[in-house]
């Protein structure tokens, strides 16, 4: 199968590496304090990938979990502290990937095309005018589920 983008933690020495062959079902920009805050940034891109399509190619064992709602599983590096995908269980066949953990000149597969939980932005954070569609919470592809 055919490597679409590829990823992994900040480790110099074997550091998690992570792949998908299959673009994602949609890209977004999220603001919720769940994603925002335990990664440290004001906005959390992510790519919704299908399980089937992600393999975890390397450093395996030096992942960790944290669960930051009883439904949402996000995964580190247990020695950088790199946070670079979660599952969520409102989603069983995806997974959610930070896309700043792939590597720069990896393709994606498609671009990003809503933000989400804008209801919870920082106050410092100004959403850019990019015609992008802005939604309070969830608004996934195929069925909205509720924040
Ligand atoms: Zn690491
Ligand atoms: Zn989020």
């Known amino acids: 199968m055919t490597v679409?983008?590829?990823?992994?933690?900040?480790?110099d020495t074997n550091p998690v590496r992570f792949s998908y062959n299959k673009a994602p079902?949609?890209?977004?920009?999220?603001?919720?304090?769940d994603c925002t805050d335990i990664s440290g940034g004001a906005v959390a891109l992510i790519a919704v990938v299908e399980r089937s399509a992600f393999t975890?190619?390397?450093?395996?064992?030096?992942?960790?979990?944290?669960?930051t709602k009883p439904t949402c599983h996000r995964r580190f590096c247990q020695d950088c502290?790199?946070?670079?995908?979660?599952?969520?269980?409102?989603?069983?066949?995806?997974?959610?990937?930070?896309?700043?953990?792939?590597?720069?000149?990896?393709?994606?597969?498609?671009k990003p095309d809503r933000w989400v939980f804008v209801n919870s932005k920082h106050p410092l954070?100004?959403?850019?005018?990019?015609?992008?569609?802005?939604?309070?919470?969830?608004?996934?592809?195929?069925?909205?589920?509720?924040?």
């Open 4 to 11: 679409l983008a590829k990823g992994g933690c900040r480790c």
């Open 81 to 110: 502290g790199c946070h670079m995908f979660l599952y969520v269980d409102a989603f069983p066949d995806h997974l959610l990937i930070h896309v700043p953990t792939l590597d720069r000149d990896s393709d994606v597969g498609v």
């Open 125 to 147: 954070v100004t959403i850019p005018d990019d015609g992008l569609p802005r939604h309070p919470g969830w608004a996934a592809s195929g069925d909205p589920v509720a924040a």
């Open 25 to 33: 079902a949609e890209v977004h920009y999220c603001l919720c304090t």
């Open 56 to 67: 975890i190619t390397q450093g395996e064992d030096k992942i960790a979990n944290y669960d």
